[in-house]
Every structure is written in C-alpha cells, then in structure tokens.
C-alpha cells in the first residue's frame, strides 16, 4: 500500500527567505516522487521529480527536492522565496499502475511582502 | 502550442441533470484521467484511460461516466445519481500509463449545482 502526507496545511514565509514544505511517504517498493504546483482556479504544473537517478532533484523555478530513504522523506525547498510563488503545492507518489498515483492533500505558500 | 483543453471553465448543474465535461489533447498521448479536487483536500481518480477504446474506474466512479472513442478525447459525464457534485474537475493527460511519467493538465473546470 501507498500513501502520501503533506505534513503542513499552510506554510507562510517572507519574501527573499527560505521555503521548506514537507512530505512524507509510504511505499512498498521504490517508488516514484512528484512536486505539482496549482495556481488559483489552474491546472497543475509538476515542478519536479524523482525516479531513483539521483536523490537530489532540481526543478523549475529554482526549486528542488531530495529524496531521503531512511527518513521517507520528499522535502521541497527554495532558497529564496519570491512572491511569484504562492500556490498550492502537492507531493505525489506514483506506484505500480495508473490508479495508484496518490496525490496529498497539498500546502498552501503564501509570500509575505 | 500542444496541451490538454477542459471546457467550459465553469459550468452549472440542475438538480436530475446529466452534464458532461469536455477533455482534448493534442500531445498524441495514450493515457488520460480524471480527477475531482475538493478545497482542502488532494486529487482524487474518478476514470483513467490506457489507450483507445478502454477505461477502468478510480477511486470514486461511482455516478459518473466517460467515454474514449478517440486518442484525443476524454469526456466525462457527471450523471444525476452523483448527489453532491459540486467540485473543480482536473483532465490530465500521459504519454503512457507507466508511472514515472509526469502528469499534463488542462485548467479545470469548476461544477456547481444550481
């Protein structure tokens, strides 16, 4: 079995400071890991994603992700926030077959000016 | 420009109405799905499609119908037996069903009941 979980509802930071959303995961083999991004009333963007190449994963927009086995982790951070960035971010864990990509229940950023 | 287009963007629903939802893609990609997003909450699977001609059920079928007559199109039609289907509906779209491949999505479009 598979799941997914976003560990903050809603994380707000300042403009120019860093960005930490969390994710954690279940899997019973190794799985692959996505970032989406959704801007308001938008469809969703993937920002990046894991597949067992590297444990560092860059994306768009400067973001990047690492994939840490021991602790199930799939951290999504940027060093420098900017207000462009506000949006819905959702983890997601893909496993053996189309109906098993689970999406969490995402983190809101919000920029403060 | 290649992508996926969902219309209309919004749309309204009458109590015992059946509306369907439209879903095009020129990206020449054999998968695509359905998911229905509540405020708050992730994405959920209601259909997925492989290839032409096929559909399997997701998480939560139950009152809604599609069809995949075309590699293009993936209708989705959200019957009267659906009782609370107010919800922002997301297409997506795949190269394949293998799934390491990343997800396309068109904008959504937004269903309320009147």
């Known amino acids: 079995a598979q799941s997914v979980t976003q560990l903050d509802s809603h994380v707000s930071v300042s403009e120019g400071t860093p960005v930490l959303l969390r994710c954690n995961y279940s899997s019973s083999y190794s799985p692959s890991l996505f970032w989406y991004v959704q801007h308001p009333n938008k469809g969703l963007q993937l920002l990046l994603k894991?597949?067992?190449?590297?444990?560092l994963v860059k994306g768009i927009n400067g973001f990047e992700a690492e994939f840490k086995k021991s602790e199930t982790s799939f951290h999504l951070t940027k060093p420098s926030a900017h207000m462009s960035d506000a949006a819905e971010y959702f983890c997601v864990v893909s496993g053996s077959s189309a109906s098993k990509i689970i999406f969490g229940s995402g983190t809101r950023l919000s920029i403060r000016p | 420009d290649g992508g996926i287009t969902q219309s209309p963007k919004y749309l309204f629903r009458k109590e015992g109405q059946n509306v369907t939802l439209s879903c095009e893609q020129n990206l020449n990609h054999d998968a695509m799905y359905w998911y229905r997003q509540d405020p708050g909450q992730g994405l959920r699977l209601i259909y997925y499609s492989q290839i032409v001609n096929d559909f399997q059920k997701g998480d939560i079928a139950e009152g809604y119908s599609v069809s995949r007559e075309k590699k293009e199109s993936f209708p989705l039609t959200v019957t009267s037996a659906q009782k609370n289907p107010t919800a922002f509906y997301l297409c997506a779209s795949s190269k394949n069903s293998a799934t390491n491949e990343k997800l396309f999505f068109g904008s959504g479009t937004q269903l309320s009941v009147l």
């Open positions: 894991y597949t067992s190449a590297a444990t």
